[in-house]
């Protein structure tokens, strides 16, 4: 999982983590991860356009997670967050775990 604010500073640094691993032998890596870009306003929209367009066939998933004023206060419970970030985060815990049941089981080598 690879994780970037909603700014301007986004696309570059999704561009930069996608760059090291490819040049560090983890290409593989990189296309099986998922972007999350956090903090998504309606101000950040053209910043989110641009990070996306970087990842978009660079990873397996894309997931926007809205800015929620909760957050920063550290919401006590799910229910206290807006709708639009329980349903993020319920849909990145889908991908999370589609990716987790897809991955193939490594077999222990015997002693």
């Known amino acids: 999982m690879v994780v970037v604010p909603a ?6 640094a ?10 560090n032998g983890h290409a593989d890596l990189a296309m099986q991860s998922v972007t999350v870009i956090n903090g998504v306003s309606r101000r950040s929209l053209p910043d989110v356009e ?18 929620d004023d909760m957050l920063p206060v550290a919401a006590t419970t799910p229910s206290t ?10 849909a990145l815990a889908g991908v999370l775990v589609a990716g987790l049941a897809a991955a193939p089981v490594r077999k222990k080598k015997s002693p």
Not at 14 to 23: C, F, P, Q, S, V
Not at 81 to 90: E, G, I, M, N
């Open 50 to 67: 641009n990070a996306e367009s970087i990842a978009r066939g660079r990873s397996r998933a894309i997931v926007r997670v809205p800015w």
């Open 81 to 90: 967050l807006r709708p639009q970030t329980r349903v993020a985060y319920t």
């Open 7 to 12: 700014n301007v500073d986004a696309a570059g």
């Open 14 to 23: 999704l561009a930069d983590t996608r760059d090291w691993l490819d040049n």
